[in-house]
């Protein structure tokens, strides 16, 4: 069974135009982290929530929000989104300090 | 600070053919080490994982040790199939937790 739920799994989108990615996880942890990922390069860290303190990256950027009404969901919100933000959108979350992430299947994104 | 590094790909095998990926880190203190798959179109998922010095992680006909003298971590794998076809990340995390640092990603290809 999934346990961090990715919705929907394929998102187009207009340039500009406000677009929210979720995420869910089944595992109850603290922290939940999303990532942006191009052409099978590593993923690139936006932000994590450890419960419900934000903490983002320096590098990324305002265009990308993000909110986690509780632990089990968290939202992805780009604002206004451009041609160079198409990408998959990795979330993920972990538990124990010395333990991988569990990520979920992604969210393919295209701008149009 | 950490770093992962992997050997470049992409590499190209037939299949049955032995696999080695290339996999060194710079960390401090005793980091646990990871080895993710990811398939064409889908997330990330965990191969194996190993937290302290020799470590071995093991899944799926795949292995790897961790070797704290070479700062190492290479995946091997006896005998490849066209189903292995994927980018694989080897990733490191800290003893303190915090972040998931990956290597650059080695994108392998099995032919029949």
């Known amino acids: 069974d999934a346990m961090v739920i990715q919705n929907p799994r394929y998102q187009v989108t207009q340039f500009g135009k406000p677009v929210t990615l979720s995420c869910s996880q089944t595992?109850?942890?603290?922290?939940m982290y999303w990532y942006q990922q191009k052409s099978s390069q590593a993923p690139k860290l936006l932000f994590h929530?450890?419960?419900?303190?934000?903490?983002n990256e320096a590098d990324t950027p305002d265009n990308f929000q993000s909110r986690r009404p509780n632990t089990s969901f968290c939202f992805l919100d780009i604002r206004s989104p451009g041609l160079g933000d198409a990408a998959m959108y990795l979330c993920?979350?972990?538990?124990?300090?010395?333990?991988?992430?569990?990520f979920g299947s992604g969210t393919r994104l295209t701008v149009v | 600070g950490n770093s992962v590094t992997q050997m470049e790909g992409p590499v190209t095998l037939s299949e049955e053919a032995f696999l080695t990926i290339n996999c060194t880190y710079t960390?401090?203190?005793?980091?646990?080490l990871f080895w993710y798959v990811q398939y064409p179109g889908e997330g990330l998922q965990l191969l194996l994982k190993?937290?302290?010095?020799?470590d071995k992680g093991s899944n799926k006909g795949f292995e790897a040790t961790y070797r704290k003298e070479t700062t190492s971590f290479h995946l091997e794998k006896g005998s490849v199939q066209v189903s292995d076809s994927a980018v694989y990340f080897c990733?490191?995390?800290?003893?303190?937790?915090?972040?998931?640092?990956f290597g650059q990603g080695t994108e392998l290809s099995v032919k029949p």
């Open positions: 993920a979350t972990t538990g124990l300090t010395n333990y991988g992430y569990t």
């Open positions: 595992l109850n942890h603290n922290v």
């Open positions: 929530y450890y419960d419900k303190d934000f903490n």
């Open positions: 960390a401090t203190g005793y980091p646990s």
């Open positions: 190993a937290t302290k010095a020799d």
């Open positions: 990733a490191l995390r800290g003893n303190q937790g915090g972040k998931l640092i």
